[in-house]
């Protein structure tokens, strides 16, 4: 099952069920983008040439990073480390594939997470929100996750 959820009210505004062999990242092809709205993903969402295509729509994302991402550091915004932070860098993808997918900047925050000790690391398009706004947004992710629990 597939869920895009709102969560100003946390009510799914699309659900598509379709087979275990049916990778996240091909519900990118049947949703309707909202311009302005912001789209939280997982890694297994991250292709870069749909996440364009949401940029050329004018919608934003925040998805987790893969830590096999090649990228070229522009420029490195100061963060706060008393908040988790641990970089908020202006980037641009290396390797001939993925720099064709998506030839824009992107954003890449780290961060990390003190309660379970591990780092993450999240790509937007978006660069005015603050760089803990990105980490809150993809936390409010977790709603989708006992949305699940309810629904098993």
Do not use: C
């Amino acid at each position: 099952m597939h869920t895009l959820l709102d969560l100003r009210g946390n009510i799914p505004t699309y659900i598509a069920i379709t087979p275990g062999n049916v990778h996240d990242v091909n519900i990118l092809d049947q949703l309707i983008s909202e311009p302005g709205a912001f789209y939280i993903m997982d890694r297994g969402y991250v292709d870069f040439s749909r996440l364009y295509q949401l940029t050329l729509d004018q919608v934003y994302f925040v998805a987790r990073g893969k830590s096999n991402l090649k990228f070229r550091r522009l420029y490195s915004n100061p963060v706060d480390k008393a908040t988790g932070l641990r970089s908020d860098q202006t980037i641009k993808l290396e390797g001939s594939y993925a720099r064709q997918e998506y030839p824009d900047k992107l954003r890449r925050v780290r961060y990390f997470d003190q309660e379970t000790g591990k780092y993450y690391t999240f790509l937007t398009n978006n660069f005015t929100v603050s760089s803990i706004m990105v980490t809150e947004l993809y936390r409010s992710r977790w709603q989708i996750e006992l949305f699940f629990k309810w629904i098993k």
